[in-house]
């Protein structure tokens, strides 16, 4: 039997940027039975929704990446787009 991560398919595209916000789109794909327990679960207040839990990951995924940027600017030794003169 595939591992859980084998089944399900995640894609990420970017949309573009309009009015000054870029819009990443995340879709996910998996057999419906896969969460029939869970979705069970949430209706009888067991569980979290899976909407917000998707929310928070999508959320601390994009601020992780963007600090991870910021770190290797820093490391660099470059601020506000001007280099750091050398010592």
Known sequence: M???????????SDQGSQDG???LS???KL???LLLLPDMLVHQGALAAIENK???AARNAV?????????LIRSM???????AKPK
């Open 54 to 56: 998707l929310k928070r």
């Open 31 to 33: 057999k419906p039975e």
């Open 26 to 28: 995340i879709q996910i």
């Open 2 to 12: 595939p591992r859980l991560d084998q089944v399900i398919s995640v894609n990420a």
């Open 63 to 71: 601020v992780a990446h963007i600090e991870e940027g910021r770190n």
């Open 21 to 23: 916000k870029r819009t």
């Open 77 to 83: 030794g470059v601020r506000k787009g001007i280099e």
